[in-house]
T-cell receptor, first 111, second 113 residues
Framework: TQLLEQSPQFLSIQEGENLTVYCNSSSVFSSLQWYRQEPGEGPVLLVTVVTGGEVKKLKRLTFQFGDARKDSSLHITAAQPGDTGLYLCAGLNNAGNMLTFGGGTRLMVKP | DSGVTQTPKHLITATGQRVTLRCSPRSGDLSVYWYQQSLDQGLQFLIQYYNGEERAKGNILERFSAQQFPDLHSELNLSSLELGDSALYFC????????????FGPGTRLLVL
């Protein structure tokens, strides 16, 4: 069974601070995805990383895929209250039809 | 709005009962996925259908079953419900189911009393 561990589980920071969320696995995934979920809604895809060592930027969010394609990180610069939510990483199996989700990081950014 | 619709939004029922959750995928999407999200287990993949056929199975209990109909909508049937089945159930859809983006619906919140 492929497992993804996210850390930290909870994070409460002040507006303007930087933060990093980690997603680690002992398994290799064909790609790794990051989602954001708000209360009462389904997860929304933020980014997909495919190549080992890949770095993708989405405004103040930077996503990195580890060289061995087993781990990933999400870095947010100058966090804003609008970044508050549940961040989920998910690994896609080789067949491309099964997502394994991490436990999630619940982020709260206080103004 | 992802374009995926799920009904009902909330469902309260008793142990031992059976319920049916419904999902309509985005227009043009052939693949439907079901997920369960609970506090202790997180978000878990249950099952995938592609154009009416079961494509992949995850951690789906034998008491649970699903199907995808010719009009591509899908239903998840949960029977002999237990307290531990209380969770959010999400449906997602994608074009063909080969690794492209999955779009999630708003979920059905099931409470088993």
């Amino acid at each position: 069974t492929q497992l993804l561990e996210q850390s930290p589980q909870f994070l409460s920071i002040q507006e303007g601070e930087n933060l990093t969320v980690y997603c680690n696995s002992s398994s290799v995934f064909s790609s790794l995805q990051w989602y954001r979920q708000e209360p009462g809604e389904g997860p929304v895809l933020l980014v997909t990383v495919v190549t080992g060592g890949e770095v993708k930027k989405l405004k103040r969010l930077t996503f990195q895929f580890g060289d061995a394609r087993k781990d990933s990180s999400l870095h947010i610069t100058a966090a804003q209250p609008g970044d508050t939510g549940l961040y989920l990483c998910a690994g896609l199996n080789n067949a491309g039809n099964m997502l394994t989700f991490g436990g999630g990081t619940r982020l709260m950014v206080k103004p | 709005d992802s374009g995926v619709t799920q009904t009902p939004k909330h469902l309260i029922t008793a142990t031992g009962q059976r319920v049916t959750l419904r999902c309509s995928p985005r227009s043009g999407d052939l693949s439907v996925y079901w997920y369960q999200q609970s506090l202790d287990q997180g978000l878990q993949f249950l099952i995938q259908y592609y154009n009416g056929e079961e494509r992949a199975k995850g951690n789906i209990l034998e008491r649970f079953s699903a199907q995808q109909f010719p009009d591509l909508h899908s239903e998840l049937n949960l029977s002999s419900l237990e307290l531990g089945d209380s969770a959010l159930y999400f449906c997602a859809s994608s074009v063909v189911g080969g690794g492209e983006t999955q779009y999630f619906g708003p979920g059905t919140r099931l409470l088993v009393l």
